[in-house]
C-alpha cells in the first residue's frame, strides 16, 4: 500500500514537471511569434551624469506583452537564451533602437549614447558584426555601446574576441554589465575591448546605510577609472544613495528609479527636449 502511495505521488510529481514544461514550451512558442510579428518593444531609461545632472543617454530594455500581460524580463530573456530565440530577438531589439535612435538624433542637440544589451551568444552569430554595422549607420550619429552581462561569465573564445574587436573598431563601445556579482574573475577586463563596466545594483543598494556597502562600490569606481574606464552605477533609488555619488570626487554615472523610470520612446523625446537635466539631482545641489 505504501509502495502504491509512493508511485502515485511519483506520478504527480511527474504531471507537475510535465505542466511545467509544456508551458515553458508554450512560451518559447508564444515569444517566437512575438519576435517574428516586431511585438517585442522597447523602454529607454535614462543614464545621468551624477555633477553636471545631465541625461549622457540611454540604456534600452527590451518590454513583452503576452496576451497584454506584461512578462519579466528575466523571464523571457532567460526563455530566449535557452531557446536560442535571443539571437533573432536581439536582432529586433537592435533594429528597433537604431530606428528610434535615428529619430531621436534629428531631435535633441547634443551627442547622445544608447546603450543595448546583447547576449554572448549574438557574439558567436556569423552576421552579428554586419548587423550592428548596420544598426550603426541606421543610428544616423548616435553613439552605441553594448552591455554584456558578467552574470554568467563572460567565455573568452578568439570567435567571441575576433567579434568584439571588429565591432570596437567601428567606434561601438562595450560595457560589463552586472558588474560585481558575476562568477569571472575581473582579469578578463585586461583581454577584452571594454571602456565602461556598470556596477549592479546590488552594490549600490546599501550605499547610504553601511560604511563597508559604500567603500565597495568606491573601490570598484576607483578601479574603472584607473583602468581608465567609465563607471555607471545602477539601481538608484533613494537620495541619500545619489549623496554618496555626489561626494565620491570622480566623474561618475548614474542609472536608477530616482532618477528615471524606463520609458516609452515618445516620453524620452519629451524629456530630452527638455533640459535634459535631472530633477533628483538639480534639487540636491
Ligand atoms: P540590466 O541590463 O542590468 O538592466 C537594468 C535592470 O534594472 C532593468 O530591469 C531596469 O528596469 C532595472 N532597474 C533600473 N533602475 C532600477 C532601480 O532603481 N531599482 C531596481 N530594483 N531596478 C532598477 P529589466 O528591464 O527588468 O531587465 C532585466 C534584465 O533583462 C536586464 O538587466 C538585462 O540583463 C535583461 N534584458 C533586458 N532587455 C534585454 C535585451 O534586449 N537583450 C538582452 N540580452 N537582455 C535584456
Ligand atoms: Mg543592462
Ligand atoms: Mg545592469
Ligand atoms: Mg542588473
Not at 551624469?49 to 523571464?75: F, H, K, Q, T, Y
Not at 528610434?100 to 547622445?112: E, M, R, S, T, Y
Request: proline fraction near 3%; avoid cysteine; glycine fraction near 8%.
Amino acid at each position: 500500500e505504501a509502495k502504491a502511495r509512493g508511485k502515485a505521488r511519483v506520478v504527480v510529481y511527474e504531471h507537475a514537471i510535465g505542466r511545467a514544461r509544456v508551458e515553458r514550451l508554450e512560451m518559447v512558442d508564444d515569444l517566437r511569434r512575438a519576435v517574428a510579428r516586431a511585438e517585442i518593444e522597447i523602454a529607454y531609461q535614462p543614464i545621468v551624469d551624477v555633477d553636471s545632472g545631465r541625461i549622457a543617454g540611454a540604456e534600452a530594455l527590451a518590454r513583452w506583452r503576452r496576451d497584454g500581460v506584461p512578462v519579466s524580463p528575466e523571464l523571457f530573456i532567460g526563455i530566449a537564451e535557452e531557446s536560442g530565440l535571443i539571437v533573432d530577438l536581439g536582432e529586433s531589439v537592435l533594429t528597433a533602437v537604431a530606428a528610434d535612435a535615428a529619430v531621436l538624433h534629428d531631435q535633441i542637440d547634443g551627442p547622445f549614447v544608447m546603450t543595448v544589451n546583447i547576449s554572448a551568444r549574438q557574439l558567436r552569430e556569423p552576421g552579428f558584426v554586419e548587423l550592428v554595422a548596420r544598426s550603426l549607420t541606421a543610428m544616423n550619429g548616435t553613439a552605441l555601446v553594448l552591455e554584456i552581462t558578467e552574470r554568467q561569465g563572460i567565455d573568452l573564445d578568439p570567435l567571441v574576441l575576433d567579434a568584439m574587436h571588429a565591432i570596437a573598431a567601428m567606434g561601438v563601445r562595450f560595457a560589463i554589465d552586472d558588474f560585481g556579482v558575476g562568477f569571472s574573475s575581473i582579469s578578463y577586463l585586461r583581454d577584452i575591448p571594454v571602456q565602461i563596466i556598470k556596477a549592479d545594483g546590488s552594490l549600490s543598494h546599501a550605499i547610504d546605510s553601511d560604511e563597508r556597502a559604500s567603500a565597495l562600490l568606491r573601490s570598484v569606481a576607483h578601479m574603472g577609472r584607473s583602468l581608465g574606464l567609465e563607471v555607471v552605477v545602477e539601481g538608484i533609488e533613494r537620495e541619500a544613495q545619489l549623496t554618496v555619488l555626489r561626494d565620491h570626487g570622480h566623474q561618475l554615472y548614474a542609472q536608477g528609479f530616482l532618477l528615471h523610470r524606463p520609458m516609452p520612446i515618445d516620453d524620452l523625446l519629451t524629456t530630452l527636449r527638455g533640459d535634459r537635466t535631472t530633477s533628483a539631482l538639480t534639487s540636491v545641489s
